[in-house]
């Protein structure tokens, strides 16, 4: 992070490699602006907090240059809001775990950069071969605005089954971008729900997470050697929450 003139600067993950060329992420930047005590009444507007949209709505105000949260892939929207966090309130952040206090410092994360297979690429298209089935599929990184439609989807999808919870079917559905050349939003759905085997769909969720970049927001509590998730509620930003 680099302070200039009121302006943080916050380098993505991305390096802004899949971004449109006229977008301004495409710089593999971000600026934004430090919190003041009016943006502090985001995170306690009960509108935001029942609708689980607090840390969106903090985003669309500090982000500069006419960038939305919405814009960003997840992996960028997290390191900005780790970025803000530590700006704007302390860089050690404080949480509790199994019942036990954690402390991290935040400046000390790295980030997960794009996987060099893709350093060269012009857009967010990326290709992969099923091992079983042998379809060639091209899919895409999510961006916040992605998430929230997945998330519509699935709340539609309850109201009709209370028994079935396809999260994993429908984020691919919106990953997923062609299937042997094919476009067709129908096909890809068709495709995900009735020929995709288990084994594929594992294969392609793995190779997925492994080139996606974001921040590593990963610990160790004492005594694990498999890491856990920092937590990033509205906790993040308002350390007395209850």
Known sequence: MEVTEGREEVLLPSKGL???????????????KYMTAKEENILTNKNYLDKGISLEKLLDV??????????????DKNAVLVALRALNIED??????????????????????L??????????????????RGNLVTFKLLTSADEKKIDQELEGLKKLSKVDDPIITTRLKYQITSIDGDRDIK???????????AFDSRKLRNYIREVTPDIDLTFYPEGREEGVSIPMGINFFWPDFR
């Open 18 to 32: 899949v971004y449109p060329e006229d977008s301004p992420l495409r710089s593999g930047k971000v600026f934004i």
């Open 62 to 75: 500090v982000l500069l240059d006419g960038i939305k949260s919405d814009d960003l892939l997840i992996g």
């Open 92 to 113: 050690k952040y404080k949480f509790t775990y199994a019942g036990k206090e954690e402390e991290v410092n935040l400046l000390e994360l790295q980030p997960k950069e």
């Open 115 to 132: 996987h060099k297979d893709f350093e060269n690429s012009s857009s967010n298209e990326f290709t992969f071969k099923l091992p079983k």
């Open 187 to 197: 096909t890809i759905r068709e495709y995900v729900d009735k020929t995709m085997l």
